[in-house]
């Protein structure tokens, strides 16, 4: 009984430590919690902003990347309409093809019983020179002087030039 009387005291003491430490280590994981909660609170908003200004210059960069390609585009379609052979044909020159295909020197043309010559309105058929055209009904029957129709093409509206500067 002796030592019953002096466990109790010892044993409550004991017990009365423990939970005195559990309560200081239990205060101070809800103060870490609390604090890590908070971190992490702000780390999202700041990540969170940070993420918005990025999507919006990411928007502006594409708008501006997609506006000057369109540009760029334009300005060589534009170039390849200029060189395409409708241009050319604009300015006064003519397509001649034969039998065979695109006719583009003169023994060739002079060898062809007949030849188209493209214009920019039209093209027409014609015979060289000195060539001695057939028919279907053989070569020593004579063509008549008719010329051949024509064959229009619609005419597309001319591009804009756009700005300069």
Known sequence: EEAKARLNPALSRRSSDGASRLQQLSARLDSAHGRMLG??????????AAL???????????????????????????????????????????IVRGPAGLVTSAPVAARA????????????????????????????????DTPAPRIRRPRRPAPEQGSLF
Do not use: C, N, W, Y
Request: charged share 30%; hydrophobic share 35%.
């Open 39 to 48: 971190d992490a609170r702000r780390t999202t908003l700041q990540s969170r």
């Open 113 to 144: 019983a007949e030849l188209t010559v493209e214009f920019h309105d039209g093209a027409i058929g014609v015979h060289p020179a000195g060539a001695k055209p057939q028919t279907a009904a053989g070569p020593d029957r004579t063509v008549p």
């Open 52 to 94: 918005g200004q990025a999507a919006a210059r990411m928007e502006a960069v594409a708008s501006r990347l997609t506006a000057d390609r369109r540009e760029r585009l334009e300005a060589l379609d534009r170039l390849r309409q200029t060189l395409g052979h409708t241009e050319t044909l604009r300015r006064g020159f003519a």
